[in-house]
Nanobody
Framework: QVQLMQSGGGSVQAGGSLSLSCVVS????????VGWFRQVPGKAREGVASIYTDTRDKYYASSVKGRFAISHVNTNNTVILQMNDLTPEDTAMYYC?????????????????WSQGTQVTVSL
């Protein structure tokens, strides 16, 4: 049974930093994508970043490139999203997701497994 346990997030002032962690367990194919998505009420879920665990190829949305960094820790299959220089526009519910198939990295329907989500709030 695949499980994604997410931690981190919270509230911070603009310009601050937060990190999110996602531990992926139970996934048989060690070569898989782990992505971070975010969603605000009334809007579609948006791809933020993704990493392919085999090659460490990384993908970022243009809105976060240069500010966010995604990384993978092999030992416990943890994916970390480091978020720097946060702005109020980054306020959203953040989710991690895992996929064993290739496809557009930012499409939520490419991912079969999801975490419970955590709120990130950035204030002025």
């Amino acid at each position: 049974q695949v499980q994604l346990m997410q931690s981190g997030g919270g509230s911070v002032q603009a310009g601050g930093s937060l990190s999110l962690s996602c531990v992926v367990s139970g996934i048989r194919d060690l070569r898989h994508y782990v992505g971070w998505f975010r969603q605000v009420p009334g809007k579609a879920r948006e791809g933020v970043a993704s990493i392919y665990t085999d090659t460490r190829d990384k993908y970022y949305a243009s809105s976060v490139k240069g500010r966010f960094a995604i990384s993978h820790v092999n030992t416990n299959n943890t994916v970390i999203l480091q978020m720097n220089d946060l702005t109020p526009e980054d306020t959203a519910m953040y989710y991690c997701a895992a996929s064993t198939r290739s496809g557009p990295w930012a499409r939520p329907d490419n991912y079969a497994y999801w975490s419970q989500g955590t709120q990130v709030t950035v204030s002025l």
